[in-house]
């Protein structure tokens, strides 16, 4: 694991103890040099309002993504903070690096491609004040789509979502969106949970991880739009829902 924060001067500088005021927000990165610089300049645009941002990318991919984030890091006031793997960890493995490794009070796991409207990481903290873990849901009542959204990946996240609720009996209407925000406490019991998963399935895992360690889980109706150039594909929904099977049999 290679773990380098790039600032504005082309440096590194040392990590920092968990600060209380502090917003991290966790990208994802799986190859993503096709959608990286857009979100992080996106991102980069609504931070200077709000200050005390930290980016951090988890990159478990073997394209140019860490030397993109090396050339937009003088767009963010603390630099980014960039952790490579040269081999791919999987969705939970890469969430769980990133937590381990934050330094804000508060940690928001978010995709590259940016798809939630940026104005919703507000209304999220808002709620993580009565909660510890607020989840973005595209599914909940007030939530709202913007433009289309193609029909394989609808029928993917009904059938996931119909088996997870199945399965696990679940409350959650959305548990695969990308966008998470998680306390201080729930990063700190979440990062000493033995997850036995590391794929897509990894969300699942930690709502039921949740939920056993006493956090308290709410879903935010939040406006999104799709984008293209995402890795789940039709086929995926076998593995996924083979990961399920696992899980449940582990938690039952």
Known sequence: MHDKV???????TP???????????????????TRIAPTLSALSAWAKSRGNV??????????????????????????????????????GAAVTAGFKASTGGSVLSFDAD???????????QK???????????????????IGGFPFHRRA???????CVRLL?????????????????????????????????EWDVEMLVAANRLGLRVVECPVAWKYRKGGKARPLDLLWMTAGLLRLWLRYL
């Open 15 to 33: 990590g920092r103890r968990r600060a209380n005021g502090l917003l991290t927000i966790l990208i994802l990165a799986y190859n993503e040099e």
């Open 54 to 91: 930290q980016i951090m990318v988890v990159s478990d991919g073997n394209d140019s993504t860490a030397a993109i984030c090396k050339t937009n890091a003088g767009k963010f006031r603390r630099g980014i903070k960039v952790i490579s793997f040269p081999r791919r960890l999987g969705k």
């Open 156 to 162: 993917i996240s009904f059938l996931f979502n119909s």
């Open 6 to 12: 790039y600032t504005a001067c082309g440096g590194f």
């Open 114 to 124: 940016a798809s939630l409207s940026l104005p919703e990481i507000s209304r999220m």
């Open 127 to 145: 709620m993580l004040g009565d909660a510890d873990i607020v989840i973005a849901s595209r599914r909940s009542e007030g939530s709202r789509a």
């Open 168 to 200: 696990f009996g679940l409350p959650y209407l959305d548990t695969q969106c990308g966008y998470k925000l998680y306390s201080a406490r729930a990063v700190r019991r979440l990062s000493r949970f033995a997850f036995s998963s590391a794929g897509y």
